[in-house]
């Protein structure tokens, strides 16, 4: 391969998983170091425009719902009322606008560390940020950690942990302490949701983190695979944790009879994410 035609591609060289994955790219679009993290945006031939940080693929137009979907919608239709939420991170805002999907919800504060991935956002993925301006949302760029620790006690029905994998500025969000502060920051019956990486081919930081949350206080949880095309193996989970009582189904009629558009979720894909495949209930009942 020439280098004319190398340069066509990105990749991301997983050293911890041995694999890489690629896009095939027309040029890139931007590039911003900010006090946290680099920040590039390319413009691809198949997959739209594409986030990387760190060089780590983060978000690209065609196939960024999956991961959005699948980390709010099963949260909130598994609690019986969502009124007020907070999400961690999500600075992309793809997770805000579909939290903003449900209308019970009243209200729903998003604390990113780096103003810049949301700067980027508004500029390369505005579809993601159509909701940034409902009197709802509260769009702030500030210490998550922080911002958990000293929230008001009993005072959020779900928390969406919507970080980066667990080094640099997300790597305080999957330890002991983060996860005491969203048990304390929830109401009674509340959840917390957290991106939860591979469970093909990083297992051993999932069964980590569902035993600190279960370590913590969390009473139940539940880890729902998902399709993830541009991150390492394709397969991504998010776990939820419920707060003093178990998972007891979901609100599945209202699911079935939402008034808004989804590109994947529906009350099939929830249920099918429920039934965890056996090489995970092994790892889990180890």
Not at 85 to 91: A, K, M, Q, Y
Not at 103 to 118: C, F, L, N, R, Y
Not at 178 to 199: D, T, W
Not at 221 to 230: A, E, G, S, Y
Request: proline share 6%.
């Amino acid at each position: 391969m020439s280098n004319l035609e190398a340069n066509r591609w990105f990749t991301e060289v997983s050293d911890r998983d041995g694999s890489a994955f690629s896009l095939r790219i027309n040029k890139k679009l931007d590039e911003i170091q900010s006090p946290f993290q680099n920040v590039e945006m390319y413009e691809t031939t198949n997959f739209g425009n594409l986030m990387i940080i760190d060089g780590c693929t983060m978000v690209s137009t065609r196939e960024n719902f999956f991961y959005h979907e699948m980390m709010s919608h099963p949260a909130l239709f598994s609690h019986p009322a969502p009124k007020n939420v907070v999400i961690i991170g999500g600075g992309d805002c793809g997770t805000l606008r579909e939290v903003l999907k449900h209308p019970g919800v009243e209200s729903v504060t998003q604390i990113d560390i780096d103003e810049v991935v949301t700067q980027m956002s508004l500029k390369y993925f505005p579809e993601l940020c159509e909701s940034n301006n409902d009197p709802r949302a509260t769009v702030m760029f500030d210490d998550g950690i922080k911002y958990m620790r000293e929230a008001t006690p009993e005072s959020i029905d779900v928390v969406i942990v919507d970080g980066t994998d667990p080094v640099g500025p997300g790597e305080g969000l999957f330890n002991h302490a983060f996860y005491k502060s969203c048990l304390e920051a929830l109401r009674p019956g509340g959840i917390m949701v957290q991106q939860s990486e591979s469970p093909l081919t990083h297992m051993p930081l999932l069964l980590e983190m569902r035993d600190a949350m279960l370590e913590v206080g969390f009473v139940d949880l539940q880890t729902l695979p998902f399709p993830q095309p541009i991150y390492p193996s394709g397969l991504w989970s998010a776990t939820m944790a419920r707060k003093g009582e178990s998972f007891n189904g979901f609100r599945e009629s209202d699911a079935d009879k939402a008034q808004f558009d989804t590109e994947y979720y529906n009350t099939g894909i929830h249920k099918g994410a429920l039934a965890t495949p056996n090489f995970m209930k092994r790892a889990f009942n180890k």
